[in-house]
């Protein structure tokens, strides 16, 4: 019995990468086997930005790529890094004097994958400098970078640093400008209920009925204290505190917002959370520059979502929000 | 058993295989507790890779590469990296079509130094290391120059250190954020590594040719 | 105990509403008590489009209130059309010479709410023009229009109203090029597992485990037939085929294909099922020249999508893709 | 009881939503069978805005005027232009302060005929018009003068009438689309009207003053 819609289970990666460029042909292609590149290439002089990580999660990572974000994104099985000979490939795709900036998400698998294939890489004398994301806060405040997982927050960034390479800046230009944006981004995420491992069933993270965990991973990894659900008012409350505590951002700070639901919580939850949250940033002095609710990246049919604060710099409100961009789901008019 | 030629190693990948594969849903149930519950999943797609990866070459080296390359290009996951470099660092630590003892107890050596190009895991961290670190470790321990003991050896720490993982609390991997709530279940990894160090006995053991 | 990110049930409505237009703030505002406009009005001498619905199908309908799209949608409560009083206020609000096109989709509640209104309105002077929408084919293949419900396929319809609004064609034209393409339209949706009702905790449509019925409309009404899911792609050739049967799309013909997710179905498995759909279109000599993978209008938590097809006519691509759009989740470059 | 007052009238419709709200639950549960769930919800707050609407008013035309469009504009859904439609109706039947038996009569018939302006449904398609149809027909036909006696007419045939839609196939509302499978449970909306009608035989019969 399944309670999905999919077919052979080993076939889903490659199926829905499929469906996906087939429904945006005009803006991504298959570049090679699990390799989402856009449609027509950006300019061999501009940086290429790269990213790679697990299938699972659609629209993330490769929903992102398009004129103005990623050129490509290289794509695992189920919550799985691709390999890392996978990620060469790609890697040998954009090969340019202008290099190569490739993010890679807070995991150890995605990152023992990025090392390998940056050596591999280099070895080819290919030009790589790595992003790494780590926004989570549910390891604690004051934990070490590589304590900290990446979550949805690298889909800002992308839009970030993309729009910095399509304006033609230098690697190290743009390095700087997502190592600021990610030092000043911090996520925390909340589940409700679980979901289940499209390929083997399993039921990840059982959570009882009326029960939620704030700090738990995108892929059902627990993180923080179990709680029963109040109301939206009370978590949202608790998940902005927090993530304000991290950030300390000061009155008349510019922020970005973000609601990412991560499966079955519906637009209308999160529309209620985002409310909250806006409210006790704008007791604060804070200003919401820019906000978003929908659904970044998702962790299957999971009920919750994550919590994405921002304090922008005025580069990134020009980048993220003035700059266009053309990936399926993040279309941006710019200014 | 003095030496071991591709074919055999071939043959050992083999048991491997059809022995994780009995495991599957119990190591994809060991990592659903403290990670993604996909490790079983995981595990059989790169045994298969290497299977696959095996068939061309004639010699160790060449074999070796071709398993640890082709697992980082057809599968995914932390299991990716870790096979394939467990592999690539085989390739690095042997010349020649066959191995006897004394090479096969480098070449495991240096397989073990290609998982640690990609983790600063170790003893304790409650990973695959906790497998993979005794079982070098008692095999090239041994004494004996008969392959199949050398490799009993290494099943025999391999299963002990899975074992000790229960009482551990994680410091790498998706498990990591469990902190202490990760103590009182086995590393899904660590348990697959120790099967697959089982089959490698298995196969040259008693019961093998 | 509750199990959805929400507070007092009551308050629902209005602080969704409230979330959406902070997050949005650029885009949208409140013009009334569960009435969304645009933050910048359009001019004067445009047709307005209005439309009306009840809330929890977020982001339908208040989402596609923007440049390019909608003027103004008005929200009743959950599931539920708004009364004919409060959608006759909105109507005030855009009282002009151009008229107002009101899109209503064909549900007995919005149908009776809509016509009161505009019998309040004609009778203050302001121009009404109705637009109905009823692309629905459960209810089978020959029944009448007033016999099949108005589903997701309204959405792509404001987009291309609105871009011919915008273009300031008249309201006859308009309504010419909408009526149009709503006749050339037919949607079908499935649902798996089913969803509860946000304020008073009932299960709408209970449906067994590994179950699912094509048919059910977008508030868990029945119409379908039941059978057990066997895969996506069969799925997918089952729904297809109906409305290929429906639209009789001939070979060379250009069309629309959207699978709209309403809930906990993922755009991974949403993707897998456009794969086929679009497959099956291409063996046929159709082509799919504009493709959308989303949650566009959603039923809670309900697992399950709407397929939706329109064949089109040249100015209806031009008007769907070429034209600029900026509301909040329907972006649209342009060309 | 000759006559009835405003005051009448808006005791009445306390009585009304105190008896649907007993119900509310039911009355949703039916409409999770062959629509969406929300009629006990829908009803209870179409009531409440009705009494609120009441309010200010002194005459009968003015009060019935106020309650159709105050539920108009804050409740929603079918039932909004049903009941809104009805009060409106009721408005367009009557003068003064106070109604007599005929003028009582006069009254629910013209918001009959409110309710029809915004639907083709009758007797037959398994509506609410199932109930109130009915319910108007046995008032206008009672020869009684007494206002009790008249309502009580009414609320018997409206019960009467809610109970046949349970053998009925829906023509109107989501439950059109079920076809057959409609058949076998009460419509929602002729529940709640048909206890509405109670309510108003309620508190106008025996027990009241
Ligand atoms: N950084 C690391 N160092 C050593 N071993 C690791 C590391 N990360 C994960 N592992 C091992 O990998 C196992 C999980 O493998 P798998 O489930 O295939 O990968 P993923 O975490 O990508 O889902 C863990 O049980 C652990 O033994
Ligand atoms: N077109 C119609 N004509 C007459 N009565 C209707 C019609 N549509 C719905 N109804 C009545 O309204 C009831 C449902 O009311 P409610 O649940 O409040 O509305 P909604 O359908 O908007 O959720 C039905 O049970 C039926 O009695
Ligand atoms: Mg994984
Ligand atoms: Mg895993
Ligand atoms: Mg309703
Ligand atoms: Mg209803």
Not at chain 2, 119 to 130: E, L, Q, R, S
Request: aromatic share 4%; proline share 2%; hydrophobic share 45%.
């Amino acid at each position: 019995m399944i309670t999905k819609f999919i077919n052979a289970t080993d076939q889903i990666t490659r199926e829905t990468l499929e469906g996906y460029t087939m429904a945006y042909a005009d803006k991504v292609k298959l570049g090679g086997e699990n390799i989402v590149v856009r449609a027509t290439p950006k300019s061999m002089d501009k940086v290429a930005i790269v990213t790679l990580g697990g299938s699972g999660h659609e629209p993330a990572l490769s929903g992102f790529v398009g004129e103005g974000m990623l050129d490509c994104s290289v794509v695992g099985d189920i919550f799985a890094a691709p390999g890392a000979q996978r990620l060469f490939q790609a890697l040998q795709l954009f090969k340019r004097d202008a290099g190569i900036l490739l993010v890679v998400l807070n995991h150890s698998g995605d990152v023992m994958s990025a090392n390998m294939a940056t050596q591999l890489a280099e070895r080819a004398g290919i030009k790589v400098v790595k992003l790494l994301t780590h926004e989570d806060i549910s390891a604690g405040l004051d934990v070490p970078d590589e304590d900290r997982r990446g979550l949805a927050g690298c889909i800002p960034l992308y839009k970030i640093i993309g729009a910095a390479a399509e304006q033609g800046k230098s690697i190290e230009e743009i390095a700087e400008i997502g190592e600021r944006f990610i030092g000043q981004t911090a996520t925390l995420a909340v589940a409700m209920r679980s979901c289940t491992h499209p390929q083997n069933g399993a039921v990840i993270a059982e959570l009882p009925e009326g029960e939620i965990e704030i700090g738990m991973g995108q892929h059902g990894e627990g993180g923080g204290g179990r709680q029963m659900l109040t109301s939206a008012d009370d978590v949202a409350s608790q998940m902005i505190t927090q993530l304000m505590s991290k950030l300390k951002p000061a009155k008349g700070d510019k922020v970005l917002l973000i609601i990412n639901g991560v499966g079955a919580t519906t637009h209308m939850e999160m529309s209620i959370v985002f409310r909250k949250a806006a409210m006790l940033l704008a007791e604060k002095g804070v200003v919401v520059a820019d906000g978003k609710i929908t659904e970044l990246l998702t962790v299957q049919e999971q009920a919750g979502f994550q919590m994405i604060l921002s304090i922008l710099d005025e580069d990134h409100v020009e980048l993220l929000k003035n700059a266009p961009s053309n990936a399926p789901y993040w279309v941006n008019i710019g200014k | 058993m003095n030496t071991i030629s591709t074919d055999q190693f071939r043959a050992m990948l083999q048991t491997a295989l059809t022995l994780v594969r009995e495991k599957e849903s119990y190591l994809s149930q060991l990592d659903a507790v403290t990670g993604d519950g996909d490790h079983g999943t995981a595990i059989v797609a790169a045994l298969n890779a290497a299977i696959t990866a095996s068939e061309a070459a004639t010699d160790l080296k060449a074999m070796f590469n071709d398993i640890g390359f082709g697992i980082m290009l057809t599968t995914s996951g932390s299991t990716s990296t870790l096979l394939g470099g467990f592999f690539l660092g085989m390739a690095e630590g042997i010349e020649g079509a066959e191995a006897d003892a004394g090479q096969l107890k480098t070449m495991f050596k240096s397989g073990l130094a290609g998982v640690s190009k990609n983790t600063k895991a170790a003893v304790g961290d409650k990973t695959m290391m906790d497998a993979l670190m005794p079982a070098v470790t008692a095999m090239t321990g041994t004494e004996s120059e008969d392959i199949a003991e050398i490799l009993a050896a290494g099943a025999a720490a391999a299963r002990k250190g899975a074992e000790a993982t229960i009482a551990m609390k994680a410091n790498f991997g998706r498990a990591r954020n469990y902190g202490e709530r990760s103590i009182g279940t086995m590393d899904a990894g660590a348990s697959s590594w120790a099967t697959i160090f089982e089959a490698f006995a298995r196969h040259t053991g008693p019961s093998a040719k």
